[in-house]
């Protein structure tokens, strides 16, 4: 299996402030024979279920704000939110899809400092 | 709209079975391959199982091998997850999921399951 490492468990920042969230998988999800990373970063807000921020380690979803980017490839990722606004208050989750079983890391808290 | 509804969760015993739901609407959901993930209270995202598009093929986390069966009605855009042998440890919000080169891209609300006596 796959293991998924986030850093770190939670992380406060203030409003307007980067914030910078780590993803380390313990295997490459690098696919060559597209050259894609099949990694996905999900958003998840209390009593919600999670949603799609980015796909492919670095396209962002349709409708997600362009504050949220994504990098990384082969067994090393970063979400980061460039300018932190109120409603991005929320656990973030990665995950691998390039094998079975599909894993996810254990989750980043964020908050507002 | 593209939705999807998990219907089915509730109490059950330790030993009991549960069959969850999940109507798909807004997309060609035949074309699709379909999964389920489960997070317990409290908890991250956990897989559960996964199956194709027709329904063909399936495939199932190593913790619920053997007692969970998933499977499609592709007429009814409906998905299903037959959960027997249930133990404590189940206990969780199960979600639906539309599979894609994206990863999961749509997700239902999910339906709660509480496995006690």
């Known amino acids: 299996d796959i293991v998924m490492t986030q850093s770190p468990d939670s992380l406060a920042v203030s409003l307007g402030e980067r914030a910078t969230i780590n993803c380390k998988s313990s295997?490459?999800?690098?696919?060559?024979?597209?050259?894609?990373?099949?990694l996905a970063w999900y958003q998840q807000k209390p009593g919600q279920p999670p949603k799609l921020l980015v796909y492919?380690?670095?396209t962002r979803e349709s409708g997600v704000p362009d504050r949220f980017s994504g990098s990384g490839s082969g067994t090393d990722f970063t979400l980061t939110i460039s300018s932190l606004q109120a409603e991005d208050v929320a656990v973030y989750y990665c995950?691998?899809?390039?094998?079975?079983?599909?894993?996810f890391g254990q989750g980043t808290r964020l908050e507002i400092k | 709209e593209v939705q999807l509804v998990e219907s089915g969760g509730g109490l059950v015993q330790p030993g009991g079975s549960l069959r969850l739901s999940c109507a798909a609407s807004?997309?060609?959901?035949?074309?699709?391959?379909m999964h389920w993930v489960r997070q317990a209270p409290g908890k991250g995202l956990v897989w559960v199982s996964r199956?194709?598009?027709?329904?063909?093929?399936?495939t199932y986390a190593d913790s619920v091998k053997g007692r969970f069966t998933i499977s499609r009605d592709n007429a009814k855009n409906t998905l299903y997850l037959q959960m027997d042998s249930l133990r404590a440890e189940d206990t969780a919000v199960y979600y639906c999921?539309?599979?894609?080169?994206?990863?999961?891209?749509?997700w239902g609300q999910g339906t709660m399951v509480t496995v006690s006596s």
């Open positions: 999921e539309r599979g894609s080169t994206k990863g999961f891209d749509i």
């Open positions: 807004g997309f060609t959901f035949s074309s699709y391959w």
């Open positions: 199956i194709n598009s027709d329904g063909s093929s399936t």
């Open positions: 295997q490459s999800v690098l696919y060559s024979s597209n050259n894609k990373n099949f």
């Open positions: 492919w380690a670095s």
């Open positions: 995950q691998q899809y390039y094998s079975i079983p599909l894993t």
